[in-house]
């Protein structure tokens, strides 16, 4: 479980040379389906989190620094999970973190609770094991098990074009760029699927793509981590007006799929997305500290992000956003502006407990208690490459990528694992395997 601690595989040290602005809560990594490692850490690290899942059951929460069981009790040891405690109080006092968050759970029991440093250094006010985070991209596992939920419902196929549904997204086209001379757009040889908006293999981009980016800019399409006067309904039409980077199915490319799945909940189920996640996921779950937006009463325990700088370190998020061409963020979109934009790709922010819960129903295949909220066969339909042989060098399930089965792993870790990651470097793995 110590491993959980390392910094990243190669290709997140990869990702880490793009980008170097990083939220308090990133990568992740899960262990399924009899465990579960979570594993949020900024690489270089801001602010971590880390929760390790060992059960098939609910999870009993202790407070800060206690536990509900003995490590030896459910088969842990109390000397190696001081480890944790020591590897991450390293990285505070060395100013790659501000703070920490740690959770160990086995069999329904927490045997590690532990939160460290602070949650706003300069006012060196302490990190809290109920801190909220911006779970940033951590959204859309939660937004995908939304889609997968009506789905099951026989709501929609799979293979139905999103304009079946978003109207607006019929006729799409194609942007190209050729060398020397004027961009210019071309007919799609095929609509955007829904499938196609799972596996992000739709065309559609971010905000930051060098060929698009500008036009999203120019058309006020909301990137998900800035403040937006604006629903996503209204983003999503104006996306749904652009062109694409390449036609539905011909590659696979990071994108506001996701948004666009967030939209298309509330086209199907007639509810805005935060009332839907509420009521489908959030309350059956007990996910009482997950929103879009912080209420006023919990804002005091949003965590503070911070920027890295290579030679510099860490250093407080700005007053104003953050620009980098025509992408723009900010740390104050969980707390100001209309607060009307329900970001399906990555507006959540919640706490440890809260994404382990998240986690726990991952992990026990649908199963909450005993509800069934959503059926095994779509967890495994979710963790399924969905790309088959045209992409021999990437797998990808529905709302995750998969590692380990056409390529080697790129880690520690299990054949099948599935994992993502964001543009704020945070990752995501879920690794297959029994104890």
């Excluded at 809560?25 to 971590?48: D, E, G, S």
């Excluded at 939304?146 to 109207?167: C, N, S, T």
């Excluded at 250093?315 to 740390?331: K, L, V």
């Excluded at 707390?335 to 407990?353: H, Q, R």
Aim: net charge positive; charged share 20%.
């Amino acid at each position: 479980m110590v491993s959980s601690l390392h910094k990243g595989s190669g290709d997140f040290d990869d990702m880490v040379s793009q980008r170097r602005h990083y939220n308090n809560l990133q990568p992740m990594r899960f262990t399924m389906p009899r465990n579960l490692i979570l594993h949020l850490t900024p690489h270089p690290f801001v602010v971590a989190l880390l929760l390790v899942l060992l059960a098939t059951t609910g999870v009993r929460y202790a407070p800060a620094q206690q536990s509900a069981a003995k490590p030896e009790t459910v088969g842990l040891s109390s000397e190696r999970l001081e480890r944790i405690a020591t590897v991450v109080q390293r990285s505070v006092d060395k100013g790659e973190i501000a703070g920490a968050v740690t959770l160990v759970a086995r069999h329904g029991e927490v045997v590690w609770l532990h939160a460290t440093g602070n949650q706003d250094r300069e006012n060196s006010k302490p990190m809290r094991a109920d801190s909220i985070f911006r779970i940033c991209s951590m959204t859309k596992p939660i937004t995908t098990l939304g889609v997968m939920m009506l789905y099951e419902e026989g709501r929609f196929q799979l293979d139905d074009p999103i304009a079946k549904y978003i109207p607006e997204f019929a006729d799409p086209n194609v942007l190209v760029t050729p060398k020397g001379g004027k961009p210019y757009t071309i007919p799609a040889t095929q609509p955007i699927t829904i499938r196609n908006l799972l596996t992000h293999t739709s065309g559609i981009s971010y905000n930051w793509d060098a060929d698009l980016g500008a036009l999203y800019k120019e058309a006020n399409v909301a990137g998900g981590i800035l403040p937006f006067d604006g629903t996503i309904g209204e983003s999503v039409k104006r996306l749904a007006r652009l062109p694409l980077l390449f036609n539905p199915g011909e590659r696979w490319n990071y994108g506001l799929n996701i948004d666009v799945l967030g939209y298309l909940i509330e086209v199907i189920s007639g509810k805005p997305l935060d009332q839907f996640l509420k009521e489908r996921i959030f309350e059956p779950l007990g996910m009482k500290d997950t929103f879009f937006y912080v209420p006023p009463d919990k804002v005091d325990r949003l965590a503070t992000a911070y920027t890295w700088y290579e030679g510099k370190g860490l250093a407080r998020f700005p007053d104003t956003p953050i620009t980098e061409g025509p992408f723009s963020y900010s740390a104050d979109y969980p707390v100001s502006g209309p607060k009307k934009l329900f970001s399906g790709g990555g507006g959540l922010c919640s706490t440890a407990a809260d994404y382990a819960r998240f986690c726990q129903l991952m992990l026990n295949k649908g199963k909450c208690g005993k509800a069934q909220l959503i059926s095994r066969k779509s967890i495994e339909l979710m963790t399924h490459d969905q790309l088959g042989p045209k992409f021999p060098d990437q797998a990808f399930g529905l709302g995750f990528g998969i590692d380990g089965v056409k390529t080697p792993l790129q880690g520690l870790g299990s054949a099948g694992q599935y994992e993502w990651a964001d543009s704020f470097i945070r990752h995501s793995r879920l690794i297959p395997r029994k104890i």
